[in-house]
Structures are given as structure tokens and as C-alpha cells.
């Protein structure tokens, strides 16, 4: 067999061009670097249907009677055949799309960002693999669900497209900044139907893979070509694989016999062949269009001169491949049905081959059953810079937090640092030229970390010490992961599994050991946090991950470690603490969570998934306020990272807890309670009362009065209790209100043993919050006294402070200077004699009685009093008439004392 080729015509300009064929029909579609789309009735026709879709078109594909292509606004574009009209957008980047399959399954599109996503259209779900780290070039998916990229960082890798893992990665092509000035695409192509092959050019080759175990099967070559191949592709049929050069040579091989086939290889003046295509309803005929924008096509015949397609005998053979999904280098292809002696693969099938409902049933339980699902490993997650964007970008975010943006310009003519903080009345915008390639940054107010370099260095600027430069060298090859830096600590995390600690002037404070691989640092203050692998596989893409929280209290560290909370199959996307110094995180799934260390327990506070519009949409966190209840993120439409160009706005959303039925007035309350009650919120006990009235009011209007009470019983807020009992009396529910009096005795005593504990060792109440003392550990007395200001002397008139006081003096008669600092520990001088105080002493200093346990005592009289008829309202406004008359009138106050209706005391 040979092929022929047709002349060359211009089709567009000078660039990157992609051929199609529609599907069914031998028409072409082209596009190009002018932004125009033709439709050619084959490549002698000089009046092709014309339409513009944009500056340029980066890539092409056709489906389903709908073209996609790859914009100058970094989308992929769906529009409608021969109209040219917008029909959506299939995937957003943040760079051009380079990259474009269309399937019956699969929905793929590389981009120069480093990116690939992937929609699969049975479960309406997109996937994104990231892994590369320079533009993608070309790609390709199985019908088995696999999907090969090559990429300009010299690899090609194959992807399992379910749990986004790497299969197989070959390495040694060349390496490439931008598409622009790639020399070769490396172009994957999978065996049709079944994808048992993988073939790939490198250099004068074409080789070809067996998918079963990923290792070379076949290797094609022609002597006949001078420059290297750039791009491949199996016939629909998979009996031919027909290649492009660099040189615009083209090349055809029989996969049955692996045979090139004779052709003229080169046209006059062609140039690269950045894409080609099969036409599916022939079978036999190839377009493509080269660098230079011209179009041309080739045409496979026999050795008559006939083409394929038009032979019954091969077009039999054609559909009967498709048809089982036979290889074309199996000997049963090209065997002879009329034939009596030759073995007949087919014959074979169909004579020993039964229909299902002619199995016996022993023989159908036994194909029935199952076999038990295998786990599926998934690949873990690499270490990344909370706030950085991905490193092969000309202009990316090194870091962006609460102070201030760190961006890395890196191109052919620049590669510099840019640092520019939020408030320019501390600190003023910073530009400097990297030297040392840093691609690692942490920011504080008092210090710029970078690191990153080969060889690595920890290189420190103290913003607060005249910008004066620090740097240290790692040990050996150890290598920096993760770097992060506050206001008093910079650490690094290794490839060694070592987290090195450095204060903000460069002193080395401590080395201490990772349990597993490093995936992320965040620090606040004189806290780190620093998240690892706790397994080293990923079941079911399921991150394992851990979280170690270290606190610096002078030269000694403590820490807590505990399991990091994930979204099912999802990957951690950013870290760090809130204003309050608490540790967050953020994952893929859009989950916000907040850990509250006297709980030791972690907190989903926002879903952010349910604050975008499209699937593909996406937050960039900035920072998480505790305080305010909010979280400042960047809407990220479309992508996963923000552009440096235009600059992105920073939106504020409010903090949820997922509820159940949020939307109801009832779970709004019950949501603004709990994170009250939890987080460290302004005004919070303000907020929480507010709150809790409003929950017991609608549980008052809906008649709970169950849970009215239970409510205010689970609060415990002893200044809660009148406001809900007098609430309570203005609806008529005097059974609660009683419920309410009987309730607040024992309140008050819970909030007085509560303050009594709070009270006890203040000096250790900070390292309780962060780290919960077991029920066995008993608080140990201090060992050195607290140094407290002695209290003012008692006197009448007014005292000067400037005064010498004669009455007392710091030093005792024991000779102990700070004795009279340690009354606020023991609760009386040392050098004095403590008395007990009798029962009548303790009685008359209790508390004064409040209101509702006065006016439970006191109801029947005061309903004596009353007229016969009134209402619990009158009632309640008669007593508090007479129990303020009580508590502001000595005599009436005597009086009723001499009455025999108790005791009442001055409230203050």
C-alpha cells in the first residue's frame, strides 16, 4: 500500500494551527492564530463557511455537532456548527488552553498554566490533575479512562482519570517555557475502542506501549525523514498510525505489519505539523496543518491505485475490527474466511461462544459471581505554600496574607521579588531582583523569609531592624519544602523530615523531627503548624493527613498532635490561623474548618462551595477573621488561583456552621449561637444573650416550653434568667417562669464555682486553653510567686499616690521583700494570723437575693395583697414595685424584716 498527498493551501496565519474533520462527513475544520474558524468542503475548496471566535484560537476539537476551541480569554469555548454562536464554556484557566480531546466519555483540556481538567460526562463531575510543571503540549484519553499529557517540563505522564493518580512517567524530552517556542508536542494517541496502545514520538521514533503494564511493544521508524517526530495518531479503525515532523515530513505505518508505507513525505515550503486528524467516515484519509498556517491532506491506497474506502473487502475488515476490537498485529486479521484449513478466530467464536439464556444455571451462579473491589491507591498530596500559586507561571503569588502580597516575576528579561503590604504606614512596598531564584516566601510584619534555591538558603529581611539581611545554608542536599514566618519565628520544613526554627533575626532555635512528609507550615505569633502524611499511600483518594501545633514559651517548646479533617477525596488547599491565633483549613471541596484548642476538636464554620455559581469556580483564601465572623477570599472563576493582572478583588463571606435545614429562622439563631459560644467573637456575651432571648422567644411563641427551659438551663447564665422569666410572664406561661425561678439558685452557684476555679492558677490558665490537662493531672502550686501591684490603702478623702505611706511597708518582719506580693496566691499576708471566720460572718457576707428568688419566696403574699382579679403580667409588675421599694428604703427594708417575710438585701 502507499498514500498520496494533496498540494498545500494557505488557511491561516502564521502560528499555531488545528485541523478536524466533522464527525461522519469529509468535511474539515481549521482555526488558527487570526482568531477565524473555516469549514472547507474538503482542502480544494476555495469558498469554506467563515466565522471569528477571538484574537486567536489555541486549540480545536468537534462533537456532537459543536465546536470547542481555546480562547485568547483563557476558556475552553463551546459554539454551534456553521453559526458560530456561543453555546457556553466548557473549562476557565488561568492561562491560554493548549490542549483539547473530546470524547464520547471524557472532556479534556490541557492549558500553559500547568493544568488539566477533565469532565466526565456520565457523572456530570469535573477533575483536575496537577502534576506538571510547565505548559501541556498535547494530550490524549482511553476509552479505559486513562490520559496521557506531554508537558514542557520534558515529561509525559499517564494519568488514571478516577482517582487522578500517576501510572507511568517517561521522561527525556525537551523542555519548553511557553508553547510559542516548542520545537515538538510529544502528541500521545491511544488504540481506538479499547486503548490496549499507547503510542508517543521521541526523537525519530515512534513508540509503542502495551497499556496493560506500560512497557514498549512496537518501535517505528523511517530513514526517509530528516527532522523529529512532533505528533501521532492511530486511523479510527486502528490499522494505521500516520506521524508529523518537525520538518513537515509525513510518515504512515501498517500497524499489522508495522511497514512504513511509500508516499512523498514533504511538500514544498512546509514547516512543523502542529495537528492532524483521521477522517472517521472513510477511514483512509489524513488532514493537517503545519506552523506556517497551510493545510493539505493525504489519501492511503493499494497498490492499484484505489482508495481503501472503496473496496468492500477492506471496508468489511474495517467495521469487523471495530466491531471485536481486535489488534492489528494479530495474525487473525488478515486470514482468509473461505479458506476450509485456516484457523478462524471468528469461526471459533461463533461456534463455541453461547448466547447468555443458553447457560445452564450452575454455569450462570458461577459467572455471577463477583469479585471483591479492589482499593484503589491514590498518590499523595505534594507539599505546597499556603497563598502561592503554582511556580511555572511568568507572574505568580509567592504569598499573599492579612499584611501584605508577595508576587515573583520570572521571564526572559526579569526575575524579581515584589512585596507590597496592606498598610503602607507600616512598612513600605519592596522590589528586589532574585537572585538566588527563590520560590519559596513567608511574610510578617517583622520579617520577609525567602527560600527555595539550589544550592537552599534561608534568607531573612527584619522589616523592623532597618531591613537588615540574614541567610543560612542548609546541611548538604537537603532541600526546603514548606517555609513559613510570623511575627516571632521563621520555620522551614525539609526533604529531610525536619522542621528547622529560626527566630525573625536569624538566631537557630531548635531542630526538630516531622513523623511524616511534610505538606504544609502555617505560624501566628509564637505558634507553628505544621501538617504532614500520616500514611504513605492514599486509599481511595483519601489524604491521610496530621496536624502538629507547637507553642514557643521562651527556649521551650510544647505541642499537641491530632488527626487533620478532610472532605471525602479531597486534597488540602490552604492552611493557616485566624486573628484570634487559632489553626484553619480549607480543602478542595470548599469546607472551611476552625480548630478550637480547649476543645481540641475541629469546627466546619464555612461551606464555600455553596457561594459559587459554577462547578468550576473556586475561593482563594486571604485571611479568617474569628472576631468578625467572616473569611476575606478571592472568587476565582473558572480556576484555582488568581491573576497578578488585573488585581483581584477580595470579598468578605460570613461564617455558617452546615446545619441542618440553615435556612430556617430557627437554625439561623441556633447557628450565630454556637459559634458565639465556641469562638472568640467581639462582644461575645453581649451577642450570646441576644441570641439565646431570641431562641427562647420563638420557642415561647411555638409553645416549647420544654425546650424554652432547656435552653436557658444549658446556657447557665445567671443574668439570662430574669429577662427570660420575665419574658415569660409577659406571654402568660407562668409555669415557665416559675420553672425559671426554681432554675436560678442553681445557676448562680454553678457560675460562682466556675469563677471560684477561673480564680485559682491564673498563671497556667493560657497553657489549659491550648493544651487540655488530662482528668489525672492535678494543677501543681506555682513555684515562684506571681508579681501582682499591692492594693491601694483604704482611707477617707482623698489620697496622693506620690505620698511615702507610713502605715505599712513592702518589706516584713521576716525579711522577705516580695511577701506581700504572694497574698494574691495564698489569699492572706504571711506575716499575719488567719481566724476562721464563724457561720454568722459568712452568712452576712452571701450574696444578696435577687428578684425571682425574692419574689418566689414572697408570691403568695403579694397575691394577698392583690385584688382578687389580675393578671400574672400585674402580678409580676406589683412585686417588682415593692421589691425596689424594698431595696431602695432602709426602713421599708426593716420593716419587712420585722414582718416575718424574710430578709432582703441590696442588689448591686
Not at 212 to 227: A, E, F, Q, R
Not at 725 to 740: P, Q, S, V
Amino acid at each position: 500500500m502507499k498514500f498520496e498527498r494533496s498540494l498545500t493551501r494557505y488557511g491561516h496565519g502564521s502560528g499555531y494551527t488545528s485541523v478536524c474533520y466533522e464527525t461522519g462527513t469529509d468535511n474539515i475544520i481549521s482555526s488558527g492564530s487570526d482568531g477565524d474558524i473555516h469549514v472547507w468542503k474538503g482542502v480544494e475548496d476555495d469558498d469554506p463557511i467563515t466565522g471569528c471566535a477571538g484574537e486567536f484560537i489555541s486549540c480545536l476539537a468537534f462533537y456532537d455537532d459543536r465546536i470547542f476551541v481555546g480562547t485568547e480569554l483563557n476558556v475552553i469555548q463551546i459554539l454551534t456548527h456553521r453559526d458560530f454562536d456561543r453555546d457556553g464554556t466548557q473549562f476557565r484557566f488561568t492561562a491560554p488552553a493548549t490542549a483539547l480531546r473530546v470524547t464520547d466519555k471524557y472532556v479534556a483540556a490541557g492549558s500553559e498554566d500547568t493544568t488539566i481538567k477533565v469532565t466526565i460526562k456520565e457523572k456530570s463531575e469535573e477533575v483536575e490533575l496537577t502534576g506538571h510543571s510547565a505548559p501541556i503540549l498535547a494530550l490524549d484519553v482511553s476509552p479505559e479512562g486513562y490520559l496521557a499529557s506531554s508537558s514542557g517540563d520534558g515529561t509525559l505522564r499517564v494519568w488514571k482519570i478516577d482517582d487522578q493518580s500517576v501510572v507511568k512517567t517517561i521522561e527525556g524530552f525537551p523542555l519548553v517555557k511557553t508553547i510559542s517556542l516548542a520545537e515538538g508536542f510529544a502528541n500521545p494517541s491511544f488504540y481506538p475502542k479499547f486503548g490496549k496502545y499507547l503510542a508517543y514520538p521521541k526523537g525519530k521514533e515512534i513508540i509503542v506501549l502495551e497499556s496493560s503494564n506500560w512497557t514498549p511493544k512496537h518501535v517505528l521508524k523511517n530513514d526517509k525523514i530528516s527532522g523529529m517526530f512532533s505528533i501521532c495518531s492511530f486511523s479510527p479503525c486502528g490499522k494505521f498510525i500516520c506521524a508529523g515532523s518537525t520538518t513537515g515530513e509525513i510518515s504512515v505505518w501498517d500497524f499489522n505489519t508495522l511497514e512504513c508505507l511509500k508516499g512523498p513525505t514533504k511538500g514544498e515550503n512546509s514547516d512543523m505539523i502542529t495537528s492532524l486528524d483521521w477522517c472517521s467516515s472513510s477511514g483512509d484519509q489524513v488532514v493537517f496543518a503545519d506552523k506556517a498556517g497551510q493545510i493539505a491532506c493525504i489519501t492511503i491506497k493499494d497498490n492499484e491505485g484505489k482508495r481503501l474506502a472503496d473496496v468492500a473487502e477492506d471496508r468489511e475488515n474495517f467495521l469487523e475490527m471495530e466491531a471485536f476490537g481486535e489488534s492489528g498485529t494479530e495474525s487473525e486479521d488478515s486470514e482468509d474466511e473461505d479458506n476450509e484449513n485456516c484457523i478462524s478466530l471468528k469461526r471459533i467464536k461463533k461456534a463455541t461462544l453461547r448466547p447468555v439464556e443458553d447457560i445452564d444455571e450452575d454455569v450462570k451462579s458461577v459467572i455471577d459471581i463477583r469479585k471483591e473491589p479492589e482499593v484503589k491507591l491514590s498518590p499523595l498530596q505534594g507539599p505546597f505554600q499556603p497563598g502561592a500559586t503554582p511556580e511555572g507561571l511568568e507572574h505568580r503569588y509567592m504569598a499573599w496574607n492579612s499584611v501584605g502580597i508577595v508576587r515573583a516575576h520570572r521571564t526572559d528579561t526579569e526575575n524579581s521579588i515584589e512585596v507590597e503590604f496592606h498598610d503602607v504606614v507600616v512598612h513600605h512596598a519592596i522590589h528586589m531582583n532574585n537572585f538566588l531564584g527563590h520560590t519559596l516566601a513567608g511574610l510578617s510584619e517583622r520579617v520577609l523569609a525567602l527560600s527555595g534555591c539550589s544550592p537552599c538558603k534561608v534568607v531573612g529581611i527584619a522589616l523592623g531592624a532597618g531591613s537588615r539581611e540574614w541567610s543560612v545554608s542548609l546541611p548538604g542536599c537537603e532541600e526546603a519544602l514548606a517555609l513559613t514566618a510570623s511575627d516571632k519565628l521563621v520555620a522551614v520544613a525539609t526533604d529531610e523530615r525536619l522542621l528547622r526554627i529560626f527566630t525573625t533575626l536569624g538566631t537557630q532555635r531548635e531542630v526538630i523531627s516531622i513523623p511524616g512528609a511534610p505538606v504544609a507550615l502555617a505560624s501566628h505569633s509564637s505558634r507553628l503548624l505544621v501538617i504532614y502524611h500520616t500514611t504513605s499511600t492514599a486509599l481511595d483518594a483519601d489524604q491521610h493527613l496530621s496536624m502538629m501545633l507547637i507553642d514557643a514559651f521562651g527556649l521551650q517548646l510544647r505541642s499537641i498532635d491530632t488527626r487533620l479533617p478532610l472532605s471525602p477525596k479531597s486534597r488540602l488547599f490552604w492552611c493557616g490561623f485566624t486573628d484570634a491565633g487559632s489553626p484553619a483549613t480549607f480543602d478542595t471541596a470548599g469546607m472551611l474548618r476552625i480548630f478550637v484548642r480547649t476543645a481540641n476538636l475541629w469546627y466546619p464554620v464555612c461551606d464555600l462551595s455553596q457561594h459559587t455559581n459554577g462547578a468550576s469556580d473556586t475561593y482563594y483564601i486571604v485571611e479568617v477573621s474569628e472576631e468578625k465572623q467572616l473569611v476575606r477570599a478571592i472568587l476565582c472563576r473558572g480556576i484555582s488561583y488568581p491573576l497578578t493582572s488585573p488585581h483581584p478583588v477580595v470579598m468578605e463571606i460570613p461564617l455558617q456552621i452546615p446545619l441542618c435545614e440553615i435556612e430556617a429562622e430557627k437554625s439561623t439563631w441556633e447557628d450565630a449561637l454556637v459559634r458565639q459560644a465556641t469562638f472568640n467573637v467581639d462582644n461575645r456575651e453581649k451577642l450570646m444573650r441576644e441570641t439565646a432571648i431570641k431562641l427562647f422567644a420563638l420557642a415561647c411563641r411555638n409553645e416549647m416550653e420544654a425546650r424554652a427551659s432547656d435552653l436557658i438551663e444549658m446556657i447557665g447564665c445567671a443574668q439570662l434568667v430574669p429577662l427570660a422569666a420575665k419574658y415569660a410572664n409577659k406571654l402568660g406561661r407562668i409555669h415557665l417562669a416559675e420553672k425559671l425561678g426554681q432554675m436560678l439558685p442553681q445557676i448562680e452557684e454553678l457560675e460562682r464555682e466556675r469563677e471560684k476555679e477561673n480564680r485559682g492558677y491564673p498563671e497556667i490558665e493560657e497553657t489549659q486553653n491550648i493544651f487540655p490537662m488530662t482528668p489525672t493531672q492535678a494543677p501543681k502550686t506555682p513555684s515562684t510567686p506571681i508579681v501582682a501591684p499591692k492594693p491601694m490603702l483604704k482611707g477617707s478623702g482623698k489620697r496622693n499616690p506620690f505620698r511615702k505611706s507610713t502605715t505599712s511597708s513592702p518589706v516584713t518582719s521576716s525579711g522577705d521583700p516580695l511577701s506581700h506580693l504572694t497574698e494574691k496566691i495564698v489569699g492572706f499576708p504571711l506575716n499575719s494570723s488567719f481566724t476562721p471566720k464563724t457561720d454568722d460572718e459568712k452568712s452576712s457576707e452571701a450574696p444578696p437575693k435577687t428578684f425571682m428568688v425574692w419574689f418566689t419566696e414572697n408570691r403568695d403574699e403579694l397575691q394577698k395583697e392583690m385584688p382578687t382579679e389580675h393578671t400574672p403580667a400585674q402580678l409580676t409588675s406589683f412585686a417588682m414595685k415593692r421589691y425596689k421599694a424594698l431595696v431602695q428604703t432602709p426602713t421599708a427594708k426593716r420593716k419587712m424584716d420585722n414582718d416575718g417575710a424574710g430578709p432582703a438585701k441590696k442588689v448591686c
